[in-house]
């Protein structure tokens, strides 16, 4: 019998392709080019924007978990978080705010984007600290899938596919149902995974059944 995908594409599953880059730029596409919220939002994380490959992902990546908080308070005094983009910005690039899974993930899936990453916005299932086999969790975590591209520039640098999570201080595992988030006293980090970046698993790899393909890896 087989599992439904611990996590699937929202909408269409469609992946998107930011603006096209100026040709023979070894940088990618200059600052005042881009959107003035991707703008802000990289000098809010303090990164300076180049071509969209792994080196570009990883320090995007790290610096947004390093700068812009988690945090769930918008609830506990009624006020409504915001899912739209330019409310988003507002609150975390502008407010100097933190946000939860849907702020973060959908900030950093527009921003990406922009700056000509392939990303599909996927929603997944929380299994933190439950053991292989537990019965399926809703579907109430957003993340993003993100393909990248290597360059000249950027040797060893190879373009992948991506699970990335910036609104999770956990780790990922690999078991053999997949990629799960590792518990704080098991966590073990994948040689492929940074942080909240881990390398998407193939049909081959031991994702989830029924997943066929690195947009239903299991976490």
């Not at 600052?31 to 570009?56: F, K």
């Not at 702020?103 to 984007?113: F, K, T």
Request: overall charge positive.
């Amino acid at each position: 019998m087989t599992s439904t995908p611990a996590i699937r594409p929202t909408g269409s599953g469609t992946p998107t392709t930011g603006p096209a880059r100026a040709p023979g730029s070894p940088d990618g596409q200059p600052a005042d080019e881009l959107p003035p919220d991707v703008v802000a939002y990289l000098d809010r994380i303090g990164v300076t924007p180049g071509p969209p490959d792994v080196a570009l992902l990883s320090r995007i990546v790290r610096a947004h978990v390093a700068t812009i908080p988690f945090e769930n308070l918008d609830p506990f005094t009624g006020t409504e978080p915001p899912v739209e983009r330019a409310d988003i910005v507002a609150k975390l690039v502008h407010g100097h705010r933190g946000g939860w899974c849907f702020e973060h993930n959908r900030l950093l899936h527009d921003v990406l984007g922009d700056l000509g990453y392939r990303v599909t916005p996927l929603v997944g299932r929380v299994r933190l600290g439950l053991p292989d086999g537990a019965p399926p969790t809703m579907r109430t975590h957003r993340l993003t899938l993100v393909r990248t591209t290597g360059t000249a520039e950027t040797p060893g640098a190879a373009g992948g596919t991506f699970v990335v999570d910036v609104a999770s201080a956990a780790r990922f595992r690999r078991s053999r149902c997949g990629w799960s988030a590792a518990p704080p006293s098991r966590r073990r980090t994948p040689s492929t995974a940074s942080g909240p970046m881990a390398r998407a698993p193939g049909p081959s790899s031991g994702a989830a059944a029924g997943s066929g393909s690195p947009s239903t890896p299991s976490i």
